[in-house]
């Protein structure tokens, strides 16, 4: 049975799975960029959590981090479309069907990456913060 750490960003990679970006989790960066953008879910940082006691309890807020990257002559759109549908997708349920409190991402932060003999690459870094509660810090 998968931890409910597991269990939870596996249903936010099934979020962004939805998406019309390709969307993986924790690979390398392909060669190649599809024309509607990629995603990189990667597992990120649960954090020290909060303990509460009568019953033990650790609360998380975990940073998880979505890249976003596209690439192309018309990348800043398709980038503005492709954060933007992170986001809807984030608000359309924050508690991803119940099994976390509540999901959040920041801001972007983009920057755009010259490759040699190609168009230009725009990327930034999502961080996605998941509140969640678990009665095992491995668990």
């Not at 936010?12 to 390709?22: F, G, I, K």
């Not at 807020?61 to 986001?87: P, S, Y």
């Not at 119940?98 to 010259?114: K, M, N, S, T």
Request: aromatic share 4%; glycine share 8%.
């Amino acid at each position: 049975m998968p931890t409910p750490r597991e269990t939870i960003l596996a249903a936010l990679h099934e979020r962004l799975s939805a998406l019309p970006a390709t969307a993986l989790r924790g690979d390398m960066l392909p060669e190649r960029v599809p024309a509607e953008g990629l995603l990189i879910l990667r597992d990120g940082e649960p954090g020290e959590p909060e303990v509460t006691l009568s019953p033990l309890r650790y609360h998380y807020q975990h940073r998880a981090e979505i890249e976003a990257v596209v690439q192309g002559a018309d990348r800043n759109a398709v980038f503005d479309t492709l954060t933007a549908n992170i986001g809807a997708v984030l608000a359309a349920d924050r508690t991803m069907g119940g099994l976390c409190d509540w999901v959040e991402a920041e801001a972007p932060q983009p920057v755009d990456l010259p490759v040699e003999g190609a168009a230009t690459l725009k990327a930034a870094v999502i961080p996605v913060v998941l509140h969640y509660s678990t009665a095992d810090p491995l668990g």
